[in-house]
């Protein structure tokens, strides 16, 4: 998808609401791009014709075949960013069977290392060279969230009535900012472990659950 100064959502599960919203945009720029090369190529191998000619003809007809990708969703291609190397090859799986429900629309998915990863996205913002959806995290969406530079997802929830109450409790309301919008959906989390020598606690006065 051509970059853009607009706003973008967060997190994969939203990929199928934002997919409507950036359409537009993405058919408009890259659907008349492709088919034009053909068309122009055609007159050259016919010989003799006048260099300007040709150039001429085949302008006006791509903008019909493009009208009609806009119209049938083709060309859609959705920029999706993620930081672990680890889970790309599973969220790869996840963009696929996205693609395969959703023909004419694929994901393309970037994966930078963790400080590479903030940096270029904080960049993007600045010169409107952003994926359309990247994995955020917790203690980094505020200070999007206060720049305005994400789009809330709650009128694409509400429009696909999307479930929020199916993560472990709490979970999905991190991604609700204090002015009460939603900006990502959880996709995974981490969980911290106590390991306590029951053997030290003795004569300490404390106890496991302490």
Known sequence: MKKRTARVASGLVALSLVAAACGSD???ADAPADEPSDEADAPAD????PADEPADEPADEPADDGDDAMEEGDGVVLSYWLWDNNQQPFYQTCADDFAAANPGIS??????GWG???DGITAGFATGDVPDVFTNHLARYPEFVDSDVLVPLNDFIDANGTPTDIYWEGLA??????????????????????????????GSGLTTAD
Do not use: H, M
């Not at 994901?107 to 930078?112: C, K």
């Open 46 to 49: 016919e010989g003799d014709e």
């Open 173 to 202: 309301e991190l991604w609700v900012a204090p002015n009460g919008d939603r900006y990502g959906l959880p996709k995974d989390f981490d969980t911290v472990s106590l390991v306590v020598n029951e053997d030290l606690l003795e």
């Open 107 to 112: 994901v393309e998915i970037t994966q930078l």
């Open 26 to 28: 993405d058919d408009s």
């Open 116 to 118: 590479d990863y903030w």
